[in-house]
């Protein structure tokens, strides 16, 4: 069952585009084109992992499936990329990369991306996904968000799993010297769950047995989980330092941009704004930011 789908990058996308026009410094819109590419680069990896992942899962009685979740807590962020709880409350924890020209894993597990004919050290995502579920188990506990079972809190077991492009290559050292069975092609999910299933001993399989619960007890659990999501908000202008001024900066002279996303907008949404003071304390939004600034 799908329970949340990865949040829409195109409103981003579009402002960043729209940026480019501007008056800006060749520093600023090269920075700006890079960024564009990297967003577009995370959300191709991020649709194909999720491909794969709803094929098998999406309409599932046994597997729950969220996309693109992002959790705050205690000054710490998780950006998590997809989640799989099945009804043995088994959690796996899912990353998903893009490697263009392939990753190179060393025997001492650093981590190398090819580009160029040259290798890039960058750092390690089974660290970084390790990092994800601590933070998930923390935010679950904190939070007490497990169901319980004759009184006793559910315990749940993580999987953390990396996700590459089955076009990429892989260059893995021996496993006796660095275990990279957590780096997999994403095409190969569903068959490696499959299988460390099967593997699993006959006492843990009744172990497992016993705390089985309903698609329905996962649900809940997973939709309350969800309603944290904090999706991040940024200001682009600030991030490319980008002063912006309503007759000059502006490419098409345009007197009206949104105070929330700076996005040009028109006159009548901006007269609508000014005209219910009490909602939007006097500032201009689109209409996107508008349904926001209602709600809360």
């Known amino acids: 069952m799908l329970i949340k789908s990865r949040d829409s990058k195109e409103k981003d996308l579009k402002l960043l585009r729209q940026l480019l ?6 520093e600023q819109r090269s920075s700006i084109k890079k960024q564009i590419l990297i967003l577009e680069k995370g959300l ?13 899962y999406e309409n599932s009685k046994n597997w729950i499936v969220i996309h693109d979740l992002r959790l705050e807590l205690k000054g710490k962020v998780a950006q998590i990329d997809h989640i799989l709880i099945n009804r043995f409350f088994d959690i796996y924890v899912l990353e998903s990369k893009f490697y263009k020209y392939g990753i190179k894993i060393t025997d001492n597990g650093e981590f190398e991306v090819f580009y160029k004919n040259k290798s890039i050290g960058i750092p390690s995502p089974i660290e970084q996904n390790k990092r994800h579920i601590k933070l998930l188990a923390d935010f679950i506990d904190s939070y007490d968000l497990l169901p319980r079972r004759a009184g006793v809190k559910i315990k749940p077991r993580f999987f953390s799993y990396i996700l590459i492009s089955p076009n990429s290559t892989i260059k893995r050292p021996p496993k006796k ?8 092609k994403a095409d190969t999910l569903e068959a490696i769950i499959d299988k460390q299933i099967d593997k699993q001993s006959t006492i843990e399989c009744l172990g497992l047995a016993l705390k089985t619960h309903t698609l329905s007890d996962i649900e809940k659990f997973a939709k309350k989980l969800v309603s944290f999501h904090s999706p991040i908000n940024i200001n682009w202008f600030k991030k490319f330092n980008i002063k912006l001024t309503k007759n000059t900066d502006n490419p098409k002279n345009k007197k009206y941009f949104c105070a929330r996303c700076k996005c040009d907008i028109s006159e009548k949404e901006a007269f609508f ?7 939007f304390k006097g500032k201009a939004y689109c209409l996107a930011c508008q349904r926001y600034y209602k709600k809360h």
């Open 177 to 184: 010297l660095f275990d990279t069975s957590t780096i997999i």
């Open 21 to 26: 026009k501007y008056n800006l410094t060749e």
């Open 44 to 56: 191709k990896t991020e649709d194909e992992a999720a491909y794969y992942i709803n094929f098998y």
């Open 273 to 279: 704004c000014w005209n219910n003071k009490e909602i």
